[in-house]
Every structure is written in C-alpha cells, then in structure tokens.
C-alpha cells in the first residue's frame, strides 16, 4: 500500500513541519490545507478496505465516517466565526480611524517609530 507520509522525520506529504504561513499562504490556507490533506487519506485508507462484511470493519468505518463528518462540521462553524470576528474588528479599526483621525494618524507614527528603534539596534 502506497502512503502520503514521507519517511523523513518531521515531514508530511511534501510539507515541511515547521513551514509557516509566510512560505504556504495564510495560516487559515495551510490548516485546511493539512486538513483536507488528512481527510483525503483517511478516505483513501478507507476505500483499501473495501466493502468488507467484518463487523468490527463496518463498525470501525462508521466511526470513523461519524468522526470526520463532526470534525468537518466543528471546521466550518469556527472558521465561519472566526471571518466574522476578524470582518467585526476590521470594521471597528476603520470606524476608529474614520472618527478620530489624528489619534491614528499619532499612534501609526509611534508605532513606525518604535519599529525603526527595535530594528536600528539589530
């Protein structure tokens, strides 16, 4: 039987462990990524059983069948509640800045300000 996983430790299916958001997209991107990826094997793994007729297989693959379709369901709603909260605070930032421009205007300043410290020292 052939396998995604790659022998090497600390790899999976071409994608290095420790790859970040910056080298695969977004962090959302590359956590459905890898999910999509899993679910992909499980069915895979799934399908090389067959139809067997063992009751512990049939079990087994109800189970499993049940624990995807929750994990998929739990997937959806957070990341539907977390665009919502993420669009909720975009909002408040641009109603903040559109009221009181002259704070934003200090503390983007401040901000830029303390960056060209941190990075002057290095």
Do not use: C
């Given at each position: ?74 997937f959806a ?26 704070q934003a ?18």
């Open positions: 039987m052939n396998s995604t996983l790659n022998p090497s430790p600390g790899r999976y299916d071409g994608h290095a462990a420790g790859a970040g958001p910056s080298e695969s997209g977004s962090a959302a991107d590359l956590i459905g990524t890898e999910f999509r990826d899993l679910f992909s094997d499980i069915q895979h793994l799934m399908q090389k059983l067959g139809n067997d007729v063992d009751p512990a297989i049939v079990q087994l693959r109800a189970k499993i069948e049940s624990a995807m379709s929750a994990t998929k369901d739990a709603k957070e990341q539907s509640r977390l665009t919502r909260h993420a669009r909720n605070a975009v909002q408040g930032g641009d109603q903040y800045v559109r009221a009181q421009p002259w205007v200090g503390i983007a300043a401040l901000a830029g300000l303390v960056v060209g410290i941190v990075v002057g020292r290095r």
